[in-house]
């Protein structure tokens, strides 16, 4: 059974910080390619950033040089550091793993991040 399990949302202030969190079991960590989508009110869900099996990176404009992808295969854990926090960055995160070339493809439960102006 595989789980992805987030932790680290809050509220926080704008301009302050969250480390966001998702360990997962269930599968070879390592040969997935790990992201984090997050869905404000009323909007799509979106791909925020994303780190593959090798260790590179993508980020969405509106989050680069604020967030930092990382990812640590000895412990199951994708983090997600945000910085600089803006109210626009106010949604529900889910970590997302993908294995390439496959259909396997998990979501976590969310976590909520808000900030406040």
């Known amino acids: 059974q595989v789980q992805l399990v987030e932790s680290g949302g809050g509220l926080v202030q704008a301009g302050g910080s969250l480390r966001l969190s998702c360990t997962a079991s269930?599968?070879?960590?390592?040969?997935?390619?790990m992201g984090w989508y997050r869905q404000a009110p009323g909007k799509q869900r979106e791909l925020v950033a994303s780190?593959?099996?090798?260790?590179?990176?993508n980020y969405v404009d509106s989050v680069k040089g604020r967030f930092i992808i990382s990812r640590d295969n000895a412990k199951n854990t994708v983090y997600l550091q945000m910085n600089s926090l803006k109210p626009e960055d106010t949604a529900v995160y889910y970590c997302?793993?993908?294995?390439?070339?496959?259909?396997?493809?998990?979501w976590g439960q969310g976590t909520l991040v808000t900030v406040s102006s």
């Open positions: 997302n793993a993908k294995r390439a070339y496959t259909d396997a493809e998990y």
């Open positions: 269930g599968i070879i960590f390592s040969f997935y390619t």
């Open positions: 780190i593959t099996r090798d260790g590179r990176r």
